[in-house]
């Protein structure tokens, strides 16, 4: 049986070869949901330690109402993926989970 470090290296090995093959239809998926520069940077600033406030300040919008109805959609169509549950669920884009 192999040793933990095997292993680990081992899933980061199948982690990275995941990542490869989604890259296309993650390329795909900007280009049909980030269609304005706010969404954009809305998107780039989603590192699963800012609030849904926090990320629309940054992204120039008035308030968070635009993202609370996009950030679903954006997770549901695999883009963003959510991290803890309710209002204090947080938002991470996939391009930027560990690797």
């Known amino acids: 049986m192999p040793e933990n470090s095997e292993i680990a290296k081992r899933l980061d090995m ?3 070869l995941s990542r490869m093959q989604l890259m296309p239809r993650i390329s795909e998926l900007k280009k049909e949901l980030l269609v304005t520069d706010s969404q ?3 998107y780039e600033a989603l590192d699963g330690t800012r609030t849904i406030a926090q990320i629309a300040r940054s992204a120039g919008y ?3 109402s635009t ?3 996009l950030l679903p ?3 549901r169509r695999g883009l963003i ?3 803890g549950k309710g209002p204090a669920k947080k ?3 996939v391009e930027n989970l560990e690797a």
Request: without cysteine; positive net charge.
């Open 40 to 42: 954009r940077r809305a």
């Open 73 to 75: 959609e954006w997770e």
């Open 81 to 83: 993926v959510g991290v």
């Open 67 to 69: 993202l609370r109805v």
């Open 14 to 16: 199948l982690i990275k």
């Open 62 to 64: 008035r308030d968070e």
């Open 91 to 93: 938002y991470v884009n």
